[in-house]
């Protein structure tokens, strides 16, 4: 999907926006409760009301997050995509330098140490590449998870 459009469905859809609105309201029925329990004045009371606005900057400031969040994620994504496209061309050239390596011992050019080495380099580029391609899957996951559920941790 776009990148708009998943930074709409996440500033609709993750868990973080229940649990700031969630917090807000418990903070309201806290500040509300020492209220009437110990009085407008006191101690209890400008605690609460301090904890009541952190959690309304909290849920303020959320939206914003989570755009810087999803962007971050999107961008990961794409540098994980470059990193696997060039792991996987650096493979194809290990094999096509195997292959050569083949040809040449065949022929009797090179030794079977340099047969190795070759084989040993395109055996090397054949993990990376798969490293990377499993690096790409996760950014893809992460990416995912910032637009839907979330990635934060959320506390109640």
Do not use: H, M, W
């Amino acid at each position: 999907p776009a990148l708009s459009d998943t930074l709409a469905a996440a500033k609709n859809s993750r868990n973080e926006i229940l649990g700031a609105s969630y917090a807000r309201q418990a903070a309201k029925y806290t500040l509300y409760d020492a209220q009437e329990v110990y009085g407008d004045d006191s101690p209890q009371a400008q605690k609460a009301e301090a904890a009541l606005d952190a959690a309304k900057k909290a849920a303020d400031d959320l939206p914003d997050q989570i755009e810087i969040d999803v962007r971050s994620k999107f961008l990961q994504v794409k540098a994980a995509q470059a990193s696997a496209i060039a792991s996987e061309e650096t493979q194809q050239k290990a094999r096509e330098a195997a292959r050569v390596a083949q040809l040449s011992f065949d022929n009797g050019l090179i030794t079977p140490s340099d047969l190795q080495l070759a084989q040993l380099g395109a055996y090397q580029a054949a993990l990376q590449y798969s490293k990377t391609l499993l690096a790409f899957k996760l950014a893809i996951k992460d990416y995912e998870l910032s637009y839907t559920e979330g990635t934060y941790l959320v506390s109640f």
